[in-house]
């Protein structure tokens, strides 16, 4: 069977849709490169936000006229899936397979079954699986953990990804070894909430212990994504600093600098508290590189609450940030019970949070300037007379092309800084990969 997949949302996103293409591999199917060729069209959903749902619903009309044409099988999975607007979505257009994030190891009956398939149950079995090892690439993500137990008042995540659940530590080594073997030189820990890992298990290490761990086996680069700042101990701050191999970038949410408005949101610490994790952060590990999440707009927010997610960035000093407007969201407290504020109000908010942003990434990208960093060059850049990669604090870097002819691990010196990216040339190598440099 031909078959497509088209992916929206996260890191998470992306991992299960290699578990589902490693899986319909194994049953014979065929992957190819536009819908248009497709037998089976695999449309991986994201909810946290209402932009990817109204990508998803425009997608699934255009397949809705294909099926009229000619017989096409059209399959829904992700967070979307999950959800009762996903599954009315899923009902208009006409959706054969729909898997929620719990069923992703039912893909097989659902392709057998030949009718229309739908699970949304969870099962545990998803965390004992163990992926095939991407061919041919330098970075892969690694699920640790899924789920969360906290229950944020705009996040729908607790509802399409159901409660924690650790995956055991020998299946992750295993699947680290297996990555390192096939030429893998970085590897990111998956969860909604990395830091919670081991807390469901009795036995199992704690996130910490398992950074430990993942060093001891040698991969060069490891990273993870993401955190809540309440399970971002001591701990696991020293066994950042403690493990080489761990990368100096921390990706810590605040989504507030108001305690008024982080209070509404249910996100169980306070301004505070957050601080004296970047103090610690920085105390351990002083080049860390930091970025964050930010929510403008969420109801009930004041120009005085804003201020102080303004004044946060200033005691901060944040290399990069994701900063979204509030979208409310059906099926949580927050659309239930607090009145969104105008549209023009956010937007307003969110230029005058990305032009503080844009000054905080140049001041702080500056710090490197004339500095050496270890690269990872991924491939050809859109100009191709570079090539692009990422730092170990997950800076944007390009080099001329004819430097890094091939992807792998350089050394850089920085000789220019923008609020995007570092320029640099190529100081030496380390053991460039042997795959030919991909065009972007």
Same mark, same amino acid.
């Given at each position: 069977?031909?078959?497509?997949?088209?992916?929206?949302?996260?890191?998470?996103?992306?991992?299960?849709?290699?578990?589902?293409?490693?899986?319909?591999?194994?049953?014979?199917?065929?992957?190819? $490169?536009?819908?248009? =060729? &497709?037998?089976?069209?695999?449309?991986?959903?994201?909810?946290?936000?209402?932009?990817?749902?109204?990508?998803?619903?425009?997608?699934?009309?255009?397949?809705?006229?294909?099926?009229?044409?000619?017989?096409?099988?059209?399959?829904?999975?992700?967070?979307?899936?999950?959800?009762?607007?996903?599954?009315?979505?899923?009902?208009?257009?006409?959706v054969d397979v729909l898997l929620g994030p719990g069923a992703l190891t039912e893909i097989g009956k659902a392709i057998e079954a030949k009718s229309r398939f739908w699970d949304l149950s969870f099962r545990e079995e998803l965390t004992h699986h163990l992926p095939p090892a991407p061919q041919g690439q330098l970075s892969a993500f690694v699920s640790i953990i899924r789920g969360c137990n906290h229950h944020c008042t705009y996040c729908i995540v607790p509802t399409t990804r159901g409660p924690e659940v650790s995956r055991h530590p020998d299946l992750i080594l295993q699947e680290i070894e297996q990555l390192k073997a096939a030429g893998v030189v970085e590897v990111t820990l998956l969860g909604q909430n990395v830091n919670s890992y081991g807390n469901?298990?009795?036995?199992?290490?704690?996130?910490?212990?398992?950074?430990?761990?993942?060093?001891? @086996?040698? #991969?060069?680069?490891?990273?993870?994504?993401?955190?809540?700042?309440?399970?971002?101990? $001591?701990?696991?701050?020293?066994?950042?600093?403690?493990?080489?191999?761990?990368?100096?970038? #921390?990706?810590?949410? !605040?989504?507030?600098?108001?305690?008024?408005?982080?209070?509404?949101?249910?996100?169980?610490?306070?301004? =505070?508290?957050?601080?004296?994790?970047? %103090?610690?952060?920085?105390?351990?590990?002083?080049?860390?590189?930091?970025?964050?999440?930010?929510? !403008?707009?969420?109801?009930?927010?004041?120009? =005085?609450?804003?201020?102080?997610?303004?004044?946060?960035? $200033?005691?901060?000093?944040?290399?990069?940030?994701?900063?979204? #407007?509030?979208?409310?969201?059906?099926?949580?407290?927050?659309?239930?019970?607090?009145?969104?504020?105008?549209?023009?109000?956010?937007?307003? %908010?969110?230029?005058?949070? @990305?032009?503080?942003?844009?000054?905080?990434?140049?001041?702080?990208?500056?710090?490197?300037?004339?500095?050496?960093? =270890?690269?990872?060059?991924?491939?050809?850049?859109? $100009?191709?007379?570079?090539?692009?990669?990422?730092?170990?604090?997950?800076?944007?870097?390009?080099?001329?092309?004819?430097?890094?002819? %091939?992807?792998?691990?350089?050394?850089?010196?920085?000789?220019?800084?923008?609020?995007?990216?570092?320029?640099?040339?190529?100081?030496? &190598?380390?053991?460039?990969?042997?795959?030919?440099?991909?065009?972007?």
């Open positions: 069977m031909k078959t497509h997949i088209i992916t929206y949302g996260c890191q998470m996103n992306e991992y299960d849709t290699h578990l589902v293409k490693s899986e319909l591999a194994s049953l014979g199917a065929e992957f190819v $490169d536009t819908w248009q =060729e &497709a037998d089976f069209v695999l449309v991986n959903t994201c909810a946290v936000r209402g932009k990817p749902v109204e990508k998803v619903r425009s997608l699934l009309g255009e397949l809705r006229k294909e099926k009229d044409r000619r017989n096409l099988m059209v399959g829904m999975m992700g967070c979307l899936a999950q959800l009762e607007e996903g599954q009315q979505i899923a009902r208009k257009f006409g469901d298990q009795p036995g199992f290490p704690k996130f910490g212990e398992l950074l430990r761990m993942v060093g001891q @086996i040698g #991969i060069p680069r490891i990273k993870f994504t993401t955190s809540h700042p309440v399970n971002f101990t $001591d701990e696991v701050i020293r066994a950042m600093a403690e493990t080489p191999q761990v990368c100096e970038y #921390i990706h810590l949410p !605040v989504q507030s600098g108001s305690n008024r408005v982080l209070r509404r949101m249910g996100r169980e610490y306070r301004r =505070e508290w957050y601080l004296d994790r970047i %103090r610690a952060i920085r105390e351990a590990m002083p080049e860390a590189v930091l970025s964050t999440d930010i929510i !403008v707009g969420f109801p009930g927010e004041t120009e =005085e609450d804003f201020q102080e997610t303004l004044s946060l960035y $200033d005691q901060v000093g944040y290399d990069s940030a994701y900063m979204f #407007i509030y979208s409310p969201r059906p099926g949580t407290p927050s659309y239930k019970h607090f009145q969104d504020l105008p549209r023009e109000v956010k937007v307003e %908010r969110l230029q005058r949070l @990305i032009e503080k942003q844009k000054e905080w990434s140049y001041k702080q990208n500056q710090r490197w300037v004339g500095r050496r960093l =270890e690269v990872l060059v991924r491939g050809a850049a859109k $100009d191709d007379n570079y090539a692009e990669g990422h730092s170990r604090g997950n800076h944007p870097v390009l080099v001329p092309a004819s430097q890094a002819p %091939r992807p792998g691990l350089y050394q850089v010196e920085v000789k220019q800084a923008t609020p995007h990216m570092l320029l640099g040339e190529v100081v030496g &190598a380390e053991e460039p990969a042997t795959i030919p440099l991909m065009m972007a």
